[in-house]
């Protein structure tokens, strides 16, 4: 079983940027498929983006073209840089481990182990 801990969270402006970090120990990550989700408050964790083994990528129609996913095996760390951020992006962020090898993280149903959560704040 893998251990996630995201960091990176904060408050930040709208229009401003955050980069979250997710480090893994307990399996290397190398052929693992990961995923960052959210959820803010009264709502359900929801997805924002997906990055598999290979580094095929996979965005929440709502995070396109400000979030970038990506991942560093050798560091056994997955990222997210978060880019004009607005008062609607305030959540827990959650990393995430799949379960499959051969299916993208895109939803709750398909993930393994989660971290523990990073509170993103932004103010209007």
């Known amino acids: 079983q893998v251990q996630l801990v995201e960091s990176g969270g904060g408050l930040v402006q709208a229009g401003g940027s955050l980069t979250l970090s997710c480090a893994a120990s307990g399996r290397t990550l190398t052929y693992v498929n990961m995923g960052w989700f959210r959820q803010a408050p009264e709502k359900e964790r929801e997805f924002v983006a997906a990055?598999?083994?290979?580094?095929?990528?996979n965005y929440a129609d709502f995070v396109k073209g400000r979030f970038t996913i990506s991942r560093d095996n050798a560091r056994n760390t997955m990222y997210l840089q978060m880019n004009s951020l607005k008062p609607e992006d305030t959540a827990v962020y959650y990393c995430a481990a799949g379960s499959n090898s051969y299916i993208m993280v895109v939803d709750t149903a398909s993930v393994a182990s989660w971290g523990q959560g990073t509170l993103v704040t932004v103010s209007s």
């Open positions: 990055i598999s083994w290979r580094g095929t990528t």
